[in-house]
């Protein structure tokens, strides 16, 4: 459908405003409630970048411009009262402005079987840390050293995996492996490999 169509579609209320639920792609999460006029959905749209207004400052803003956390539209929909917003994104780094991942990290109720997609989070964390190095951050200080010291921690993190399987030590390969994740993690975050990238090779080799 045509930005000009989609317009005319969605109704604003008497500010020429929208809200907008935001929700990550890839953890399913909802990550924040923002607010969009008829500006920031055409550059939403055309750029593929999410754009909202700001009411308090009254102006367009795109979400990461500063901090680098940009939000990478994968769906955008209207609901059936064509007043509301749902936009898919892929979230690089964390959604909030506390560093949180998510703006609704305030919890009132939590049942006990909810379902967090860790390895998203935890790659969103350390692309956060990246994008907005923090004082006496391990992650900031692997970022900081370079390729070769992420990847002899690669080589290290490995040997411990291998040795932890001969011990015949469930627990402490978990640990290891835990580790070494993370440490891959780190080193995808450096490269510029996403998860999404190494889902779709592992998909491509089922075919």
Known sequence: MEVEKILE????DNMGLVPAVVQDINTNKVLMLAYMNKEAIKKTLEEKIAHY???SRKKLWKKGETSGNIQKIKGFYYDCD???ILILVEQIGVACHTGNYSCF???IIKENSEKEDILHLLYSTIQDRKNNPKEGSYTNYLFQK???KILKKVGEE????IIGAKNKDKNELIYEISD???HLLVLMINEEVTIKDIENELKNRRK
């Open 9 to 12: 579609e969605i109704k604003f």
């Open 53 to 55: 207004y700001s009411r």
């Open 82 to 84: 064509k007043d509301t």
């Open 105 to 107: 990290f305030n919890e």
């Open 146 to 148: 370079g390729l070769d």
């Open 158 to 161: 490995t040997s411990e995996v």
């Open 180 to 182: 070494l994740v993370y």
